[in-house]
Protein backbone atom coordinates (compact mmCIF):
# COMPACT_ATOMS: atom_id res chain seq x y z
CA UNK A 1 0.00 0.00 0.00
CA UNK A 2 1.33 3.40 -0.90
CA UNK A 3 -1.21 5.85 0.85
CA UNK A 4 0.14 8.09 3.08
CA UNK A 5 -1.18 10.67 5.02
CA UNK A 6 0.00 13.79 7.68
CA UNK A 7 -2.54 15.71 9.56
CA UNK A 8 -1.67 19.78 10.42
CA UNK A 9 -3.84 21.11 12.57
CA UNK A 10 -4.20 25.21 11.25
CA UNK A 11 -6.02 28.47 12.19
CA UNK A 12 -7.19 29.45 15.16
CA UNK A 13 -9.88 26.81 14.79
CA UNK A 14 -7.62 23.79 15.04
CA UNK A 15 -8.85 22.98 11.93
CA UNK A 16 -7.32 19.18 10.55
CA UNK A 17 -5.79 20.05 7.22
CA UNK A 18 -4.28 16.49 5.71
CA UNK A 19 -1.72 16.23 3.76
CA UNK A 20 -2.05 13.03 1.42
CA UNK A 21 0.20 11.24 -1.11
CA UNK A 22 1.11 8.07 -3.15
CA UNK A 23 4.81 7.34 -1.41
CA UNK A 24 5.29 5.39 -5.31
CA UNK A 25 5.01 8.73 -6.88
CA UNK A 26 5.57 11.06 -3.73
CA UNK A 27 2.73 13.42 -5.76
CA UNK A 28 0.28 14.59 -2.77
CA UNK A 29 -3.07 16.37 -2.61
CA UNK A 30 -4.33 18.70 0.58
CA UNK A 31 -7.36 18.43 2.29
CA UNK A 32 -9.18 21.17 3.28
CA UNK A 33 -5.98 23.85 3.33
CA UNK A 34 -8.13 26.01 5.80
CA UNK A 35 -5.34 28.39 6.26
CA UNK A 36 -1.53 29.10 7.17
CA UNK A 37 -0.39 28.31 3.50
CA UNK A 38 3.09 28.43 4.46
CA UNK A 39 3.50 26.39 6.92
CA UNK A 40 1.82 23.57 4.96
CA UNK A 41 3.98 24.37 2.10
CA UNK A 42 7.00 23.92 4.45
CA UNK A 43 5.77 20.52 5.45
CA UNK A 44 4.87 19.42 2.01
CA UNK A 45 8.87 19.98 1.11
CA UNK A 46 9.63 18.59 4.18
CA UNK A 47 8.58 15.64 3.10
CA UNK A 48 9.76 15.96 -0.31
CA UNK A 49 6.14 15.74 -2.17
CA UNK A 50 4.96 17.56 -5.44
CA UNK A 51 1.45 18.96 -4.71
CA UNK A 52 -0.74 18.52 -7.16
CA UNK A 53 -4.59 19.33 -5.86
CA UNK A 54 -6.43 20.59 -3.03
CA UNK A 55 -9.40 18.58 -2.19
CA UNK A 56 -12.44 20.16 -0.26
CA UNK A 57 -15.00 18.09 2.21
CA UNK A 58 -16.93 21.47 2.55
CA UNK A 59 -16.33 25.09 2.36
CA UNK A 60 -16.89 26.50 5.98
CA UNK A 61 -13.97 29.61 6.34
CA UNK A 62 -11.47 27.10 8.58
CA UNK A 63 -11.38 24.53 5.83
CA UNK A 64 -11.24 27.00 2.87
CA UNK A 65 -9.94 29.84 3.83
CA UNK A 66 -6.49 29.28 1.80
CA UNK A 67 -7.75 27.79 -1.05
CA UNK A 68 -8.23 30.15 -3.13
CA UNK A 69 -4.95 31.95 -2.95
CA UNK A 70 -2.72 28.78 -2.73
CA UNK A 71 -4.86 27.58 -6.23
CA UNK A 72 -3.92 30.69 -7.88
CA UNK A 73 -0.38 30.89 -6.60
CA UNK A 74 0.73 27.34 -7.60
CA UNK A 75 -1.58 26.98 -10.43
CA UNK A 76 -3.66 24.03 -8.49
CA UNK A 77 -6.59 22.17 -9.69
CA UNK A 78 -9.35 22.27 -6.69
CA UNK A 79 -11.26 19.33 -6.85
CA UNK A 80 -14.69 19.69 -4.38
CA UNK A 81 -17.44 19.67 -2.63
CA UNK A 82 -20.61 19.21 -3.78
CA UNK A 83 -22.05 22.15 -5.46
CA UNK A 84 -24.47 22.54 -2.66
CA UNK A 85 -21.78 24.51 -0.96
CA UNK A 86 -21.47 26.95 -3.31
CA UNK A 87 -23.52 29.94 -1.46
CA UNK A 88 -20.78 29.30 1.10
CA UNK A 89 -17.43 29.81 -1.20
CA UNK A 90 -19.34 32.97 -2.47
CA UNK A 91 -19.37 34.26 1.50
CA UNK A 92 -15.75 33.13 2.08
CA UNK A 93 -14.95 37.15 2.02
CA UNK A 94 -17.62 37.67 4.63
CA UNK A 95 -17.00 34.42 6.63
CA UNK A 96 -13.34 35.86 6.66
CA UNK A 97 -14.01 39.16 8.25
CA UNK A 98 -16.84 37.35 10.61
CA UNK A 99 -14.23 34.93 11.95
CA UNK A 100 -11.85 37.27 12.08
CA UNK A 101 -9.40 35.51 9.58
CA UNK A 102 -7.08 36.81 6.96
CA UNK A 103 -9.23 37.92 3.91
CA UNK A 104 -10.48 34.76 1.83
CA UNK A 105 -10.61 34.70 -1.73
CA UNK A 106 -13.90 33.19 -3.72
CA UNK A 107 -13.39 30.61 -6.25
CA UNK A 108 -14.75 28.33 -8.83
CA UNK A 109 -13.51 24.74 -8.04
CA UNK A 110 -11.95 22.84 -11.03
CA UNK A 111 -14.17 20.06 -10.69
CA UNK A 112 -17.48 19.75 -8.11
CA UNK A 113 -17.63 16.24 -6.97
CA UNK A 114 -20.96 13.99 -6.52
CA UNK A 115 -21.66 10.93 -4.75
CA UNK A 116 -19.69 8.19 -6.12
CA UNK A 117 -17.29 10.11 -7.77
CA UNK A 118 -13.63 9.13 -7.25
CA UNK A 119 -10.51 10.82 -7.38
CA UNK A 120 -6.58 9.79 -7.60
CA UNK A 121 -3.13 11.26 -6.22
CA UNK A 122 -0.33 9.15 -7.59
CA UNK A 123 -1.75 5.39 -8.09
CA UNK A 124 -4.20 6.12 -4.99
CA UNK A 125 -7.54 6.66 -5.63
CA UNK A 126 -10.26 7.91 -2.79
CA UNK A 127 -14.14 7.07 -3.18
CA UNK A 128 -16.19 10.61 -2.42
CA UNK A 129 -19.27 10.39 -1.06
CA UNK A 130 -21.62 13.26 -0.69
CA UNK A 131 -22.72 13.62 3.07
CA UNK A 132 -24.59 16.68 3.71
CA UNK A 133 -25.74 17.80 7.23
CA UNK A 134 -23.34 19.87 8.57
CA UNK A 135 -23.25 21.61 4.79
CA UNK A 136 -25.66 20.99 1.72
CA UNK A 137 -22.08 20.29 -0.17
CA UNK A 138 -20.37 18.31 2.38
CA UNK A 139 -18.03 15.61 0.67
CA UNK A 140 -15.71 12.58 2.39
CA UNK A 141 -12.66 11.10 0.93
CA UNK A 142 -12.91 7.34 1.80
CA UNK A 143 -9.04 5.44 1.22
CA UNK A 144 -10.79 1.70 1.23
CA UNK A 145 -6.94 -0.13 0.73
CA UNK A 146 -5.78 2.03 3.75
CA UNK A 147 -9.06 1.50 5.53
CA UNK A 148 -9.27 5.74 5.99
CA UNK A 149 -11.64 8.12 5.93
CA UNK A 150 -11.33 12.02 5.52
CA UNK A 151 -14.85 13.37 7.54
CA UNK A 152 -14.46 16.92 7.98
CA UNK A 153 -16.96 17.79 9.80
CA UNK A 154 -19.55 15.16 9.53
CA UNK A 155 -18.44 13.22 12.37
CA UNK A 156 -15.89 13.81 15.28
CA UNK A 157 -14.84 11.32 18.35
CA UNK A 158 -17.35 11.61 20.71
CA UNK A 159 -19.43 13.86 19.07
CA UNK A 160 -21.17 15.44 15.38
CA UNK A 161 -21.04 18.28 13.40
CA UNK A 162 -22.87 21.08 13.93
CA UNK A 163 -26.36 22.01 12.27
CA UNK A 164 -27.12 25.09 13.53
CA UNK A 165 -25.36 27.22 10.18
CA UNK A 166 -27.50 28.11 7.14
CA UNK A 167 -28.01 24.83 5.29
CA UNK A 168 -27.73 22.44 7.95
CA UNK A 169 -29.92 19.81 9.02
CA UNK A 170 -30.14 17.59 11.76
CA UNK A 171 -32.05 14.83 10.45
CA UNK A 172 -30.03 14.80 7.25
CA UNK A 173 -26.73 14.58 8.91
CA UNK A 174 -27.27 11.67 11.09
CA UNK A 175 -28.64 10.28 8.07
CA UNK A 176 -25.18 10.64 6.47
CA UNK A 177 -23.49 8.94 9.22
CA UNK A 178 -25.20 5.37 9.38
CA UNK A 179 -26.16 5.20 5.60
CA UNK A 180 -22.87 6.50 3.89
CA UNK A 181 -20.68 6.04 6.25
CA UNK A 182 -20.68 3.08 9.05
CA UNK A 183 -20.54 1.01 5.62
CA UNK A 184 -17.62 1.82 5.09
CA UNK A 185 -16.84 -0.87 8.18
CA UNK A 186 -16.14 -0.98 11.84
CA UNK A 187 -12.42 -1.18 11.37
CA UNK A 188 -11.67 2.12 8.94
CA UNK A 189 -10.35 5.03 10.82
CA UNK A 190 -11.27 8.62 10.22
CA UNK A 191 -9.67 11.84 10.47
CA UNK A 192 -12.22 14.28 11.38
CA UNK A 193 -12.33 18.28 11.12
CA UNK A 194 -10.79 19.05 14.21
CA UNK A 195 -9.74 16.91 17.02
CA UNK A 196 -8.39 12.88 17.36
CA UNK A 197 -8.58 10.40 14.88
CA UNK A 198 -11.31 7.62 16.05
CA UNK A 199 -13.22 4.90 13.99
CA UNK A 200 -16.40 4.09 12.69
CA UNK A 201 -16.74 1.07 15.20
CA UNK A 202 -15.90 3.70 18.00
CA UNK A 203 -18.28 5.53 17.50
CA UNK A 204 -20.78 2.93 16.51
CA UNK A 205 -20.62 1.81 20.06
CA UNK A 206 -19.99 4.83 22.26
CA UNK A 207 -20.90 7.99 20.67
CA UNK A 208 -23.61 9.66 22.37
CA UNK A 209 -25.31 11.13 19.21
CA UNK A 210 -25.07 8.22 16.83
CA UNK A 211 -23.75 5.30 18.77
CA UNK A 212 -26.00 2.20 18.47
CA UNK A 213 -27.71 3.72 15.47
CA UNK A 214 -26.86 1.01 12.30
CA UNK A 215 -28.25 2.22 9.40
Known amino acids: MSFRYLTVPVT ?8 VWCDATNDAALIDPGGEISRLLAEVKRLGLTLKALWLTHAHIDHAGGTGELARTLDLPI ?39 TVQIGHETLTVRHCPGHTPGHVVFHSASAQRCFVGDVLFAGSIGRTDFP ?3 HATLIRSITERLWPMGDDTVFIPGHGPESSFGEERRTNPFVGGRWG
Open 79 to 117: IGPHPGDQFWIAGLPQQSAMFGFPPAETFTPTRWLEDGD
Open 12 to 19: AFQQNCSI
Open 167 to 169: GGD
